[in-house]
């Protein structure tokens, strides 16, 4: 798999957009980039993927630069609800059965 | 749907007992995990199964063994337990199989285990 680089740590005022960026300089044209979140003492929690497109659903947007080299998930009103560790996957599909691999993430705060 | 429920969800051990991690999922997904997640640090994958009577290891099995007998139950065993063995254990489950395009996992709320 494909390694990512994200910031350890994040601050965002509460009502304002959360950009998370992830940096994945080596990704390969089949892989896709995954985000999971994981709230204090919970299992993480699916939020969205993609592969080249831009994606929105009704957690979050993704935005994939056009060399895919790297992305940033918006969350477009960060609530204290949000406050997480966010993690920026990538993963070739289909692979067989190779699983996730999760790494530190990014800690995000989101400040009242 | 309770989706991924797992038991204990707090278990002090000490040194060389052993115990099962209890993990169910009621959503008839075939495809199943179990991840440790020690403190400030990501998951690592412990062992996965793509169904019933199917296992195999992930990333950190040493010390650990599991069984798939059924499509609802995915156990996790700890035969010696030792002091590295201290952390969160998460137990997922997916419907799709992992390697898939849409890999999205559910995950159970976690076990966290502490051998003194």
């Known amino acids: 798999d494909a390694k990512t680089t994200q910031p350890p740590s994040m601050d965002c005022a509460e009502g304002r957009a959360a950009n998370l960026p992830c940096n994945h300089s080596t990704i390969s044209g089949n892989e896709y980039v995954y985000w999971y979140r994981q709230i204090h003492s919970q299992g993480p929690q699916y939020i969205i993927h993609g592969l080249k497109n831009n994606e929105t659903n009704e957690m979050a947007s993704l935005i994939i630069t056009e060399d895919r080299k790297s992305s940033t998930l918006i969350l477009p009103h960060a609530t204290l609800r949000d406050t997480a560790v966010y993690y920026c996957i990538v993963r070739p599909a289909p692979s067989g059965n190779t699983p996730l691999v999760f790494g530190k993430g990014t800690r995000l705060s989101v400040i009242a | 749907n309770a989706g991924v429920t797992q038991t204990p969800k707090f278990r002090i051990l000490k040194i060389g007992q052993s115990m099962t991690l209890q993990c169910t999922q009621d959503m008839n997904h075939n495809y199943m995990y179990w991840y440790r997640q020690d403190p400030g640090m990501g998951l690592k994958l412990i ?24 499509t609802e139950d995915f156990p996790l ?40």
């Open chain 2, 47 to 70: 062992y996965y199964s793509v169904g019933a009577g199917i296992t195999d290891k992930g990333e950190v099995p040493n010390g650990y063994n599991v069984s798939r007998s059924t």
């Open chain 2, 77 to 116: 065993r700890l035969e010696l337990a030792a002091p590295s063995q201290t952390s969160v254990y998460f137990c997922a489950s997916s419907y799709f199989p992992p390697g898939s395009s849409y890999n999205e996992q559910f995950f159970g709320p976690g076990t966290r285990l502490t051998v003194l």
